[in-house]
């Protein structure tokens, strides 16, 4: 009896010291995690920052020497119009075009009078009428201060007929000579905004974060989200940046903390405005706390197994089986090993693990049922513009038999036989960039020759060697060309315009169709890419057909992307991987 007693004893002795034992080794370990976390995490915080303030005076710096460039440039413009002999001479015009040829971004240069009148203009170009020249900002603000050379916010440049490309306008007020002696007049030169635009983009700050730019009153000189600021879509908070020079500051909105970094371009007065994701920026703190976590765990988890040695041998099988069953219960039905202890713990684990690789093999079953009815049915879809479109083209054959136009009648035959043995393709899904651009190309010969060639179109390849043997779903182009005719052309007064372009762009292949038909209104196209919008013409196969199809053979990351404006029409960009030719058999 008494040495039961005196074992219990040392039995509980020894659980107090092992109790005692860990409970130290886990405190001394949280406190040392806790003060290298607190170090570590300073340090990261500290270089984001340091790091994004680097990254806007790099920025600031490109601005600053290209638009020191700009005003050298300007400069000798204004130089070389002060030292002719007046705006018709031959040589200053040479050298002026000798400008614009060197430098190419620099759209325009033209001098105007005071009241609006142009005197001279390179390259030669005819100004459009009601351009309200005398009231746009960039000319008030030369003659206002006609010393100083200004620069006028990104606008779209629509003096000139042609080309209408997105500008910043240098303006200022210059003396010229004249028979009557000198008189002022205003010299502008129009600089391509994209040069700005791309320095710009290509800064990154993180995954989200970007830089804008704004002017000294807070108007909005750059963003890389400009449309949806211009549509209301996105606004920015312009009054601490405005108070503001350098510096950093951090922003707390409802949704999200941001990091706002701000540099002056000192030349014009514009402001860089850095926005970075304070989620991003910690993610370093994020990922030293997981391994010191983790650390800590095993540490924990050493020091547990050598003390408890023999009592986990005998619990963590039945642990490891509960661990196994939680896992199960959260939906993570992926296969473990064979749980090793007692018999019965085997035995039990055994089957455990049968029926979840049964589970495991049903579910997959369901999956793959469900993807081959989904195929099916968007096959079945497919399948709908066979008969349409040849039901509509034989009914415009037969207009043309009536009217005796054999030649339209043997095109339009001869492109409906190549248009449907491309669309056979022996029973293929699977066909090459070139064969899907001779396909949608027969079928915009017998749309041309329906419509009493109310519009025009192009194909356009780039890299062909490579793109057009580039594999591709069959049948994606027409329905998009479809639209185009239908929802876009058809009401039309003028003549339309298709253009198809291909290209191999980042390792993906990029299948545009454009038109300058109606557009959609922002309605339309929000339930377009929604999937809802209906329509009561076309062939009823749609958009929505095309971005499943894709997405069901390539994956979530291709489909399409469409952008429209009314009354300037459509873009629809089809995004699939690169696969050439002799890979077919993997798809």
């Not at 004893?9 to 130290?24: A, E, R």
């Not at 001098?111 to 746009?136: C, H, M, W, Y």
Request: with cysteine; proline share 2%; aromatic share 8%.
């Amino acid at each position: 009896m008494k040495r039961l007693l005196a074992v219990i004893k040392v039995k509980g002795i020894q659980f107090i010291i092992t109790t005692s034992f860990t409970l130290v080794t886990v405190l001394v370990m949280l406190f040392v995690g806790v003060m290298l976390y607190g170090k570590f995490a300073q340090t990261a915080e500290q270089n984001a920052y340091l790091h994004t303030q680097q990254i806007l005076e790099q920025v600031k710096y490109n601005l600053d020497s290209y638009l020191n460039g700009m005003t050298q440039i300007f400069e000798l413009v204004d130089d070389k119009i002060r030292r002719s002999k007046g705006l018709t001479a031959d040589k200053l015009s040479e050298q002026l075009e000798t400008i614009v040829e060197t430098r190419k971004d620099i759209v325009s240069i033209a001098v105007f009078t005071r009241d609006g009148t142009l005197l001279a203009t390179t390259p030669s170009k005819i100004l459009r009428r009601n351009t309200r020249l005398t009231e746009q900002s960039w000319f008030q603000k030369a003659i206002e201060d006609p010393t100083n050379l200004n620069f006028s916010l990104p606008h779209i440049q629509n003096l000139f007929k042609g080309e209408y490309t997105w500008v910043v306008s240098m303006s200022r007020e210059i003396l010229l000579h004249g028979p009557d002696g000198e008189f002022p007049a205003v010299l502008l030169v129009d600089v391509n905004f994209k040069e700005i635009d791309d320095l710009c983009q290509r800064v990154g700050l993180g995954k989200k974060g970007y830089v804008y730019i704004i002017d000294l009153v807070g108007n909005i000189v750059y963003h890389p989200q400009q449309q949806l600021i211009y549509a209301g879509l996105k606004n920015e908070n312009r009054s601490l940046p405005l108070k503001h020079s350098y510096g950093s500051y951090v922003e707390e909105t409802q949704d999200e903390t941001r990091l706002i970094t701000i540099k002056t371009i000192d030349q014009l007065g514009w402001k860089i405005i850095g926005v970075s994701y304070m989620d991003e920026i910690v993610t370093t703190k994020t990922e030293i706390s997981r391994f010191i976590f983790w650390l800590l765990i095993f540490v924990i988890v050493m020091v547990l197994f050598v003390l408890h040695y023999l009592s986990a041998k005998i619990s963590r099988p039945i642990k490891l089986l509960e661990r196994s069953m939680e896992r199960v219960e959260q939906g993570d039905f992926s296969e473990n090993e064979p749980i090793r202890g007692s018999h019965e713990v085997e035995q039990l684990s055994l089957r455990f693990h049968l029926m979840v690789a049964k589970v495991r093999e049903l579910m997959h079953q369901i999956i793959r049922e469900q993807e081959a009815k989904r195929k099916s049915e968007l096959e079945v879809l497919q399948a709908q513009i066979n008969p349409h479109f040849l039901y509509n083209t034989l009914n415009s054959v037969v207009r043309m038999v009536g009217n005796g136009k054999n030649e339209d009648v043997i095109t339009t035959i001869t492109s409906l036989s190549k248009l449907f043995r491309i669309s056979l393709s022996r029973g293929k899904n699977i066909i090459t960039v070139r064969e899907e651009l001779e396909h949608v190309r027969h079928y915009l010969i017998i749309q041309k020759m329906r419509y009493k060639q109310k519009f025009e179109y192009e194909i356009v390849v780039e890299d062909e060697d490579e793109v057009l043997n580039c594999l591709t779903l069959k049948l994606l182009l027409q329905p998009i060309v479809e639209n185009a005719i239908y929802h876009g052309i058809e009401h039309l007064a003028d003549p339309g315009r298709i253009r198809i372009f291909a290209a191999l762009i980042d390792d993906k292949v990029l299948l545009q169709v454009s038109d300058n038909g109606l557009g959609m209104s922002p309605d339309v196209l929000a339930q377009v890419k929604a999937g809802f919008y209906k329509s009561e013409e076309g062939s009823g196969v749609g958009i929505q057909n095309v971005q499943e199809r894709i997405r069901l053979t390539f994956g979530e990351q291709y489909g399409l992307e469409i952008a429209s404006e009314q009354e300037e029409g459509t873009v629809v960009r089809v995004w699939i991987p690169r696969q050439l030719a002799e890979e077919r058999d993997r798809l």
